[in-house]
């Protein structure tokens, strides 16, 4: 299986921020990688897809790079809402495989 | 509206059985793959298993191979997860999710449902 790994696990920030949270597998999935945001109590929801394309109603603050191995999703400025915790997913093949989760909290 | 609707979970003995249920609607069903993906309590995301559009391709997590089974009925819009000899691990929150249309590799998942909560133990 595809192993997902995620950087940092938590860490704190401030509203109005620049942050990235990166994410590496263990190999090659080019740019079949997607990234979500979930709220304690809620479901995931997705924000990016194939790597950079950001999902119809996502804020464009929210970016994603990255092809191969090294990935990174980017939010530019960070709002109260933001506070969560995000997951990369590869669906490059099965099993599909998640990263373990950056929770991301208030400083 | 895209809606799935999660429905079967419950307390269950270990070693028992559960068929879960996710009824879709709001899209046209028998166009996408479908997947279930879970969540123990205060842990992160799993990837359970996924079916394809006509059933044709599915996967399933090495941690319930061979234990659990999915399946779809594209004339209900349903989608469903046999789990049988279910053990303490398999405690968790357990979501539909909608994947890729037809044959295509897109299987990032969007929409979830709301999930629902399965518990193993005695």
């Known amino acids: 299986a595809i192993r997902m790994t995620q950087s940092p696990s938590s860490f704190s920030a401030s509203t109005g921020d620049r942050v990235t949270i990166t994410c590496r597998a263990s190999q090659g999935i080019s740019s079949y990688l997607a990234w979500y945001q979930q709220k304690p109590g809620k479901a995931p929801k997705l924000l990016i897809y194939a790597a950079s394309t950001l999902q119809s109603g996502v804020p464009s603050r929210f970016s994603g790079s990255g092809s191969g191995t090294d990935f990174t999703l980017t939010i530019s400025c960070l709002q109260s809402e933001d506070f969560a915790t995000y997951y990369c997913?590869?669906?490059?093949?099965?099993?599909?495989?998640f990263g373990q989760g950056t929770r991301l909290e208030i400083k | 509206e895209v809606q799935l609707v999660e429905s079967g979970g419950g307390l269950v003995q270990p070693g028992r059985s559960l068929r879960l249920s996710c009824a879709a609607s709001g899209f046209t069903f028998d166009d996408y793959a479908m997947h279930w993906v879970r969540q123990a309590p205060g842990k992160g995301l799993e990837w359970v298993s996924g079916?394809?559009?006509?059933?044709?391709?599915?996967g399933y997590a090495d941690s319930v191979k061979g234990r659990f089974t999915i399946s779809r009925d594209n004339a209900k819009n349903s989608l469903y997860l046999q789990m049988n000899s279910l053990r303490a691990e398999d405690t968790a929150l357990y979501y539909c999710?909608?994947?890729?249309?037809?044959?295509?590799?897109?299987?990032?998942?969007?929409?979830w449902g709301q999930g629902t909560l399965v518990t193993v133990s005695s």
């Open positions: 079916i394809s559009w006509n059933s044709g391709s599915i």
């Open positions: 997913q590869q669906y490059y093949s099965y099993p599909i495989t």
């Open positions: 999710a909608k994947g890729g249309y037809y044959d295509s590799n897109a299987n990032w998942f969007d929409p």
